[in-house]
């Protein structure tokens, strides 16, 4: 079969958006984030046989914030298996990804590990499972990439740690309801941590290309998790990578993946490519405006989804 020449694929999707409708903001929550430049806009996709598309932007490094996420839970699933699922669910939230009314009436039990409530109970995991939990997960999210350089932005943490209010109220909720186990101080140092992350497209599209080739880094080889936790990997981004519009990009787009605020989103074509996408100017669900469209663009011009 013919290559796709994705490079053309992006050019075309750039041409058609020029002009277009600029919607969106950028958040604004913290100064790290609202010091951005809008106008920003880079792509990298790596096929699963290493062939490489970028335009724009493709190597400025972006706060990838909740994209993190997938890393947690992929360790959590990788140490616990399915008793992760004793203590969150993978349900699409269907509500904002910070809310605190869904987390009282179902009982600090959250939908899904990409909502806050989630992440956090599942970095409450990592501080119960791991021996030094900040240093361990760094080293499973450098062995995993294959990307040494990667690490916490403490600018941004700390930031994270001033502002966090909303998350300090959740960790609260779900202590109260007996789903947090350690100290609260302790495990959102380690979420915020997790989110400070920085990336470009290209580091983000090599990190999690173990998501489209069964587990396994095709860089350096490592077996990131088994295929079958893969494919539970695939189908929570699927289902809730969106905080709630979830439902809004597997209608367009046809792929799992994750966004964060930062403006960034990676997806996924199993067997076939790992995307990442930077546009920091947000839609009203906090999702990238042009991320979204870029992504819907290349399934589209190029008539493969997973359906
Ligand atoms: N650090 C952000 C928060 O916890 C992550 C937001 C996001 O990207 O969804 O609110």
Redesign the pocket.
């Known amino acids: 079969m013919d290559k796709v020449d994705y490079l053309k694929v992006f050019r075309e999707i750039v041409a058609e958006m020029d002009g277009a409708d600029d919607c969106g903001e950028v958040?604004t929550?913290i100064p790290e984030l609202a010091n951005v430049d809008p106008n920003k806009l880079g792509m990298h996709l790596t096929t699963v046989s290493n062939d490489n598309y970028s335009l724009g932007d493709s190597d400025e490094k972006f706060s990838i914030?909740?994209?993190a996420?997938v890393w947690s839970l992929t360790l959590v699933l990788k140490i616990l298996g399915k008793e992760t699922w004793k203590r969150l669910g993978v349900e699409p939230s269907g509500n904002a990804?910070?809310s605190l009314v869904q987390l009282e009436y179902e009982k600090g039990i959250p939908r899904n590990p990409f909502i806050?409530a989630g992440?956090i109970v599942i970095c409450d995991m990592l501080v119960s499972l791991l021996e030094v939990p900040k240093v361990d997960l760094l080293n499973f999210i450098r062995k995993s990439s294959g990307i040494e350089s990667i690490d916490y932005s403490p600018g941004i943490a700390e930031s994270?740690i001033q502002t966090?209010h909303?998350?300090y109220a959740l960790a609260n909720l779900m202590k109260d309801f007996g789903n947090i186990h350690n100290d609260i101080g302790t495990v959102l140092d380690l979420?915020?941590n997790l989110?400070?992350i920085e990336l470009t497209c290209k580091e983000l599209a090599q990190a999690f290309l173990f998501l489209a080739s069964k587990g396994v880094n095709p860089f350096n080889n490592e077996t990131v998790i088994s295929p079958r936790r893969t494919k539970r990997i695939n189908s929570i981004m699927l289902m809730c990578g969106f905080?709630d519009e979830a439902g809004e990009f597997a209608f367009r787009t046809g792929l799992p993946g994750k966004?964060?605020?930062?403006g960034g989103i990676v997806a996924i074509h199993p067997g076939e490519f790992c995307i990442a996408v930077f546009s920091p100017k947000l839609n009203k669900r906090?999702n990238s405006y042009k991320g979204m469209k870029v992504l819907e663009g290349v399934t589209t011009k190029t008539n493969s989804s997973i359906f």
Do not use: L
């Open positions: 958040a929550y914030q909740s994209i996420k990804f910070n806050n992440a994270e966090g909303r998350n979420y915020f989110c400070s905080y966004s964060g605020v930062g906090g």
